[in-house]
């Protein structure tokens, strides 16, 4: 497709406003870590807190494709709420992220081939 075939819904100013915008707010948002914190000791609280953003990052990922999976045109699915409660219940349990995203894959797959 070329640019005059694709459909308007938005200004090419807006856009370009949108775009500039969305990666300056990305690069300050990653400077103010590593250039101007970067070579500083953090306060113990700080440190404290971001111990969990990658235990929050990763069911923020899946949880949408779970609860509104593409594969069946938003609606619940079975199956992936099932490897959901199983990658849960052995990430609590056994505290092992690999096996928890292993057993997740394994019962998806059993759920898939048993449900159809």
Do not use: K
């Given at each position: 497709?070329?640019?005059?075939?694709?459909?308007?819904?938005?200004?090419?100013?807006?856009?370009?406003?949108?775009?500039?915008?969305?990666?300056?707010?990305?690069?300050?948002?990653?400077?103010?870590?590593?250039?101007?914190?970067?070579?500083?000791?953090?306060?113990?609280?700080?440190?404290?807190?971001?111990?969990?953003?990658?235990?929050?990052?990763?069911?923020?990922?899946?949880?949408?494709?779970?609860?509104?999976?593409?594969?069946?045109?938003?609606?619940?699915?079975?199956?992936?709420?099932?490897?959901?409660?199983?990658?849960?219940?052995?990430?609590?349990?056994?505290r092992r992220t690999l096996?928890?995203?292993?057993?997740?894959?394994?019962?998806?797959?059993?759920?898939?081939?048993?449900?159809?």
């Open positions: 497709m070329t640019p005059e075939t694709l459909p308007q819904s938005i200004d090419r100013v807006d856009l370009w406003i949108v775009i500039v915008g969305l990666g300056l707010g990305s690069f300050l948002l990653r400077f103010a870590f590593l250039g101007l914190v970067g070579n500083r000791q953090m306060p113990e609280w700080l440190l404290r807190h971001l111990r969990y953003t990658p235990v929050a990052v990763l069911p923020a990922l899946v949880a949408p494709l779970v609860v509104w999976p593409a594969a069946t045109g938003g609606d619940m699915d079975p199956a992936r709420m099932t490897a959901a409660l199983v990658t849960l219940a052995i990430g609590v349990f056994l096996l928890a995203i292993l057993g997740g894959l394994t019962v998806l797959y059993l759920m898939l081939w048993l449900v159809g």
